[in-house]
């Protein structure tokens, strides 16, 4: 099995050319074709590589696309601002971003649905495509409880549950809407119930968003 970033086992040096040129093309057939049209004949010619050269990289096509969608993951660390409120709707805002802007549309469900009944495929798409960005949003909402912004037994996976699964069902169906303005109401209607104090939150909200417009980067 390839890990998160398609290494394989100790062998013969690998080129990161070749690797970063075959996941490209990964991204760029799954964009072109959706799941369904993929083929590894397709991402050969696309890379200018051949089938036996992606075979020793990546066993199974789903470890390939897999590591191709784990590319598109990549982020900053998460936004550690002091402001609750921001630091959530920005982590959020890059989830989506990731998930429902950056990754090919259509290949979140079918791709989940073909590791499935595989245990070592479903825990390798896990590792690299849902524990980075769970581990990057509970840290934000244990930084929050840190701080004293958010209850204290407040439950930080539980959380986390809250938000991605509204983030990852806008991946599955294509229909569903989770723009910018939802990331805020989906943060709001969460703080209202693990605040301390949600007026403090949105008044500290709304003095970084001010520090923001007077110094602009």
């Known amino acids: 099995m390839a890990s998160p970033d398609g290494s394989r086992h100790a062998g013969r040096p690998r080129d990161p050319a070749i690797d970063q040129a075959i996941l490209e093309a990964t991204l760029n057939v799954l964009h072109e074709h959706g799941y369904a049209g993929f083929s590894l004949e397709a991402v050969a010619t696309r890379a200018g590589t051949t089938k036996p050269t992606i075979a020793r990289r990546w066993r199974r096509r789903q470890e390939l696309i897999i590591a191709a969608l784990a590319t598109v993951l990549v982020r900053p660390p998460v936004p550690d601002t002091g402001c609750t409120r921001c630091d959530l709707i920005d982590g959020i805002e890059l989830l989506a971003d990731a998930v429902l802007r950056r990754m090919p549309p259509a290949v979140l469900a079918p791709l989940i649905a073909d590791c499935a009944p595989d245990r070592e495929l479903h825990q390798y798409l896990t590792d690299a495509l849902v524990l980075p960005t769970r581990e990057a949003l509970a840290l934000t909402v244990k930084r929050a409880i840190d701080r004293g912004h958010l209850r ?12 991605a699964s509204m983030v990852f069902q806008g991946g599955l169906f294509a229909d569903s809407r989770f723009d910018a303005q939802r990331v805020v109401e989906a943060v709001d209607l969460v703080l209202r119930g693990i605040a301390v104090s949600f007026t403090t939150l949105i008044e500290l909200s709304e003095i970084n968003q001010g520090e923001q417009h007077r110094h602009p980067e």
Do not use: A, G, K
């Open 152 to 163: 204290s037994d407040t439950n930080p996976e539980l959380v986390v549950d809250l938000f």
